[in-house]
């Protein structure tokens, strides 16, 4: 490998196995963790978005891992100051650090730069979540093809969590978030590697839905039901805690909420494995192809 510092990618689907993957190799060459998981970083949520456990970050220093709270903004820009400003602090002792994640958003921000963007207030955050809370995906899915068809051409048009984020940007700076999305690229003074993991399409989803009755039976539902009163935060509008919030709502069964779990869990994982095949830098293997991964990351 190159003299020069150098960050290991290691991304792909949820359920994918990055996790373990990931201290392995960060325990072979000494190196250390940053997650690029844009929930893991909350302390209030575990089971939901299965956080390594503590015999996992035990075994290797982990960064952006229960290292904000639910409250705080937590967007890609916040993520690349945090990531670089951590991946110095390593360089200082180490040379190389491994990257995980599925947060195909922060890993591009990390690897490209990102554009400063404006802050969001509060008041305009909280419309928007209280009209989707009260109107659904399909009220909030022609908002933003209304309001801003540019971003609605190129958009993950079932993630709520980007429609959201969109349509905040909008209402308050009357600006497309395209405008903000300049494509150039900035030049980092690290190597970078990008291992992607893949699974045949069933096999996947058979892991997700293990995990998710996994979830279930560590208490996924107590969990959600401490969160019943920051549920309007934008942190808790995701796959696993919107599905136990409506169960407590009584709106649907408990078996309902799992099922809506694993089916919006595969549809994520879809969305997060054509993110990454647009990047043609990333290898791609079997999670179990473990000397291959070396191999690949040795070669460099």
């Not at 325990?27 to 997650?35: R, V």
């Not at 540019?150 to 349509?167: G, H, S, V």
């Not at 940007?169 to 395209?178: A, H, L, P, R």
Request: with cysteine.
């Amino acid at each position: 490998m190159s003299q020069k510092p150098t960050v290991i990618i290691i991304a792909g689907p949820t359920a994918s196995g990055k996790t373990s993957l990931a201290i392995e190799l960060a325990n072979y060459f000494h190196a250390e963790i940053i997650s690029a998981d844009s929930r893991q970083c909350f302390r209030e949520l575990n089971i939901g978005v299965a956080k390594p456990t503590l015999e996992e970050l035990e075994k290797t220093t982990h960064y952006f891992i229960n290292s904000h709270s639910i409250q705080d903004e937590v967007n890609a820009g916040v993520y690349e100051k945090y990531a670089i400003e951590y991946l110095k602090k390593i360089f200082t002792k180490k040379n190389i650090a491994v990257v995980v994640g599925g947060t195909g958003l922060y890993i591009k921000a990390l690897c490209e730069g990102i554009d400063e963007m404006p802050a969001i207030e509060a008041s305009t955050r909280n419309e928007v979540i209280r009209n989707y809370e009260q109107n659904g995906l399909t009220w909030l899915q022609k908002e933003v093809m209304e309001k801003d068809p540019i971003f609605w051409k190129k958009a993950e048009q079932d993630n709520p969590q980007r429609l959201m984020r969109a349509l905040e940007f909008i209402n308050q700076t009357g600006i497309s978030i395209t405008h903000f999305h300049s494509q150039k690229k900035v030049t980092r003074d690290f190597n970078i590697i990008k291992i992607g993991l893949e699974w045949p399409r069933q096999e996947l989803y058979e892991r997700i839905n293990m995990r998710v009755d996994e979830m279930i039976t560590q208490g996924l539902e107590k969990e959600v039901k401490e969160l019943m009163p920051f549920r309007t935060l934008n942190a808790l509008q995701t796959v696993g805690y919107s599905e136990i919030f409506n169960y407590l709502d009584k709106q649907i069964s408990l078996a309902e909420a799992i099922e809506k779990i694993k089916i919006n869990t595969r549809h994520y994982a879809k969305r997060q494995m054509t993110w990454f095949k647009k990047d043609r830098d990333f290898h791609w293997f079997h999670p179990l192809e473990k000397e291959k991964i070396l191999s690949c990351i040795k070669y460099y």
